[in-house]
């Protein structure tokens, strides 16, 4: 999976040498980063084993992320006392990312976006566990309506709810986790450590059962398509993290879901794949809550009591 305003660990540091324009370019740029991911792997993951496609695309990211060094610290960026909790983070992001590939290589490309958008939604709930955070009844019935938006996807009792479903939202619950683990690291590890060793991981998992299993020979396509993957995971993780560096997540995080109108006009120019009314309405619910959750997250201090804060 890419990247998403969940993942940014960074503080906004808006200024007005930093524009909106500046900051909703680098989202886009993620965005579309991200999208061409998801494309290439879906493409890659008809003929090339899972276990494979995602050990030479977590290779090729690593390697270009090792290129980029120099830009976020060097090597020393990596440098932690804390690897505890990194090797739950490449748990979680293993678990992430085999569970969000599986699931889009055996349904329609906007099914697979629609069902990952959850992953807000649930870092918002697991939020309260893990972090300790208030969140309000206003909030809580958003994250209600946004997981009644998945049911309308999934349609349970119809024949839609596969396990091609239930591990893109497996893997949405690992993202949101990475998301809380990132907030939690992020007082005092590199966001550059943060993105690194979550490739890792699944570069090692992902290796080992390759061991056991068939290695198919990618031909010059092939190669093609995993350079322009693991190109693309790392211009995603710039974009966005240069984006909500530049502005408020109430400003960026609505565009986030142009990824859903992408993703269905690629699904049917590539493959044919029309999403019908109940992934459509299932999508527009869970749109509404999430963008609802984040406007009542990004409140003005200013403009609320902490009495009121805890309502939200």
């Known amino acids: 999976m890419r990247p998403c305003s ?9 200024t007005e040498a930093d524009p909106v324009g500046t900051a909703l370019a680098y989202l886009l740029l993620g965005i579309a980063a991200g999208l061409c991911l998801d494309l290439c792997a879906k493409e890659l993951l008809r003929s090339i084993p899972l276990n494979q496609f995602v050990f030479l695309r977590s290779a090729i990211g690593l390697g270009l992320f090792v290129l980029l060094a120099r830009r976020f610290g060097g090597i020393r960026a990596l440098i932690t006392r804390r690897w505890r909790w990194h090797v739950l983070r490449t748990i979680l992001a293993t ?5 969000f590939f599986y699931g ?23 939020s309260v566990p893990f972090l300790g ?3 309000g009844w206003r909030r809580w019935c958003a994250v209600l309506v946004g997981f009644a938006g998945v049911l309308v996807v999934l349609r349970p009792g119809t024949g839609f709810l596969s396990v091609a479903a239930l591990t893109v939202l497996v893997a949405a619950f690992c993202y949101a986790c990475l998301a809380l683990n990132a907030r939690y690291l992020g007082k005092t590890e590199s966001s550059f450590a943060l993105s690194v060793y979550v490739v890792a991981g699944p570069l090692i998992v992902s290796g080992v059962l390759s061991l056991g299993g068939p290695w198919v ?13 693991g190109a693309c995971s790392v211009i995603a993780w710039v974009g966005l ?3 909500y560096r530049r502005a408020s997540p109430a400003i960026l995080a609505p565009f986030e879901y142009t990824a859903l109108i992408g993703g269905a006009v ?8 029309v999403p019908d009314r109940f992934v459509l309405a299932g ?17 003005w201090p200013a403009a609320v009591t902490s009495d009121d804060r805890t309502q939200r």
């Not at 999508?283 to 409140?299: F, H």
């Open 6 to 14: 969940a993942m940014v660990n960074l503080k906004t540091d808006a």
């Open 95 to 99: 678990g992430a990312m085999f569970g």
């Open 104 to 126: 889009l290589a055996r349904m329609p490309l906007v099914n697979a976006l629609t069902l990952g958008f959850t992953a807000p939604l649930m870092m918002t709930a697991l």
């Open 133 to 135: 955070e208030r969140v």
């Open 217 to 229: 020979v990618p031909d010059a396509r092939d190669w093609i398509l995993l350079l322009a993957a």
């Open 241 to 243: 993290i240069g984006g």
């Open 266 to 273: 690629a699904g049917y120019f590539f493959w044919g794949e």
């Open 283 to 299: 999508a527009l619910v869970i749109i509404t809550s999430g963008l609802y959750v984040v406007y009542r997250e990004m409140q």
